[in-house]
């Protein structure tokens, strides 16, 4: 799957559940996790400002700290341009 499918994916992900780590948002989405899930939200949050981090952290499947993110307005909008 092209890292835009992904970014897409996800960003429905944080839209229709609300804010949760990267990692939640894959295993919603059915992403591998193999896959650069957390690398796609830091995209999403940094680069496209369709993303932001809440400030809070929870425990990954390994134990390390995962950043919550919740979508903004402006992620809203591109998932009302995309369906």
Known sequence: MRATSQKMLLLVMYSA????SS???AK???LSMR??????CSELC???GYLED?????PGD????RIVYRITDE???AVRRNS
Not at 17 to 20: A, E, H, R, V
Not at 54 to 58: L, N, R
Not at 62 to 65: C, D, I, T, W
């Open 17 to 20: 559940y609300g804010p949760m």
């Open 23 to 25: 990692e939640n948002a």
């Open 28 to 30: 919603a989405a059915g």
């Open 35 to 40: 896959s650069c899930f957390w690398k796609r």
């Open 46 to 48: 940094n680069d496209m």
């Open 54 to 58: 809440t400030g809070k952290t929870e």
């Open 62 to 65: 390994a134990g390390s700290a």
């Open 75 to 77: 992620g809203r909008a």
